[in-house]
């Protein structure tokens, strides 16, 4: 490919996670620092919310390397699309823990023991969920339980949830209210700024050895930041495609020509144009998403009142009966009165009597 071509050691806009390439932006610095003092703090739960592409699961791997193992226990989750037993399922099995054919109750108790034992020996205990947008509401109220276990005075697991916008949309309904008193830090990681996306393509280009520092002259630059919007992944994708394109074309040297090249092959806008296509799109899934909602409510209400009505028509044979008996009972005072030479008066006599009082 273009490594021979442009000297290099490596790819320099590989997609993977690689904490080797991490470029620490002001908001990856911030990000970061939030997941190291949930990770050794005792009363550590943070979330960090970030758009696709933004560098959120390579700032795991760069805290999971830079861990203790010795010190910190760690279970980390990057599949998110559980119910509540799979979830503790996995969280055990990260824990090293054989949760095989046991039930929920047993699954909390190995849990919550794990982590007492744990703590008696002085270790921190992570866990780490990637993705945790995807989490159904009845995880994270298991999440929320988890982590409450603590001392008198510490927490005992430390809690990083790391998901997409739409995460802080979920944990700010009114029904996360508990789960969001127990979070201490929260913190949204940006797009880069077109200074960054700069900085960012150079640093990654300096790691395999680029030989003038950088493959892309300064006039390339702000044509790269507006298709990619300042999203790292976006820029990697770009990037490769637009040195794919010089190496295609026997070019040494990045041109502004070249880079709307790799745009046209790519069949990309710019980024604000993407965006702006996608908003509509995602306003009508809202939409739609609160039809559902509503109708889902109605529906609710309809079977509960249909429950009730069932329950009263489930009472009236034995009302049928209760009434049959009193009838019955009525009867039997009255013939009682009349053998007795007692004359029972009627509603109607009673009434005139008073009236003519």
Known sequence: MYLEHFGLTAQPFRLTPDSGFLFMSEPHRRAKAFMDYTAWSREGFAVITGEIGCGKTTLIHKLLLELDESVVVVAKLFQTQLDEMEFLQAVLLEFGLNPQNASKADLLDMLNTFLVEQFVQHKQIVLVVDEAQNLSRKVLEEIRILAEVETQKEKILHVILVGQPQLNEILDQPEMAQLMQRVKLRYHIRALTDEEDGGY????????????????????????????????????????????????????????????????????????????????????????????????????????????????????????????????????VRSLMQNRGVQPRSDSTVDRKQGSG
């Open 201 to 332: 393509i150079q640093h990654r280009l300096s790691i395999v050895g680029a030989s003038n520092g950088t493959l892309f002259p300064p006039e390339t630059l702000p044509l790269i930041y507006q298709y990619s919007g300042g999203i790292p992944r976006l820029i990697n994708t770009f990037c490769d495609t637009v040195l794919t394109c010089a190496w295609a074309d026997k070019v040494s040297e990045i041109t502004t020509e070249i880079v709307e090249t790799a745009a046209k092959e790519l069949q990309w806008p710019h980024y604000t144009q993407r965006v702006d296509k996608r908003r509509p799109k995602a306003a009508r899934r809202a939409a739609d998403g609160g039809v559902q909602d509503i109708l889902r409510q109605h529906t609710q209400a309809l079977a509960a009142i249909a429950a009730r009505i069932g329950r009263l028509e489930a009472l009236v044979p034995a009302l049928d009966t209760i009434g049959k008996r009193l009838e019955a009972i009525e009867t039997q």
